[in-house]
């Protein structure tokens, strides 16, 4: 079956960066787009924004272009979510998920990233 | 302020049937992008509940349904059970923003 397997929590100070993995399993790696969206205690989701792990190509929603990063390692069929110049309203929980067909059909269990001085 | 549209909570006793809205604009549902639903129970990741606006992933009930028309779309459940206390969004594409979801819903079955 699909999994995402995400890494563990992470307390940052603020203007700090943090990367957080996604490691894929139960399917074929480079089938398909694997996306993230955040979720603030009590808020909605907010979506950071994509990667190809066939090509690497990557696309962001533009409130987070030029502060985050989303890359992959097919060897171990893995991608990363780098966001950097951390600040408080960054506090969240991470998610990666796989995309088909527009939807989120499978997720991550989630990081907490909390930001605090 | 999300770019989708939907009542910030709803209620129904078991049984009953609620429905809740997502409402966008010309440039995301109005422009024929399909609208997916997830369900989310506490302290726990979404889950894909309707895709491609009325279709449903394997192993979710038929109790739960999905429609659109126009700018809008909208996620019905029927017989209501206490298990289905959680928050629901919609998510849909948008042709400058990529990727656009609801504020979320939160269902209360009283």
């Known amino acids: 079956q699909v999994q995402l397997v995400q890494s563990g929590p992470e307390v940052k100070k603020p203007g700090a960066s943090v990367k957080v993995s996604c490691k894929a399993s139960g399917y074929t790696f480079t089938s398909h787009d694997l996306n993230w969206v955040r979720q603030a205690t009590g808020q909605g989701l907010e979506w950071l924004g994509w990667?190809?792990?066939?090509?690497?190509?990557?696309g962001y929603a533009r409130k987070f272009q030029g502060r985050v990063t989303m890359t992959r390692d097919t060897s171990i069929t893995t991608v990363y979510m780098e966001l950097s110049s951390l600040r408080s309203e960054d506090t969240a929980v991470y998610y990666c998920a796989r995309k088909i067909d527009n939807a989120y059909d499978s997720w991550g269990q989630g990081t907490l990233v909390t930001v605090s001085s | 302020q999300s770019v989708l549209t939907q009542p910030p909570s709803v209620s129904g006793a078991p049984g009953q049937r609620v429905s809740i809205s997502c409402t966008g604009s010309?440039?995301?549902?109005?422009?024929?992008?399909?609208v997916h639903w997830y369900q989310q129970l506490p302290g726990t990741a979404p889950k894909l509940l309707i895709y491609g606006n009325n279709k449903r992933p394997s192993g979710v009930p038929d109790r739960f349904s999905g429609s659109k028309s126009g700018t809008s779309a909208s996620l019905a459940i029927t017989g209501l059970q206490v298990d289905d206390e959680a928050d629901y969004y919609c998510q849909s594409q948008d042709n400058s923003l990529f990727v656009v979801f609801g504020g979320g819903t939160r269902l209360t079955v009283v």
């Open positions: 990667v190809n792990p066939n090509s690497g190509n990557a």
């Open positions: 010309s440039s995301n549902i109005g422009a024929n992008y399909d």
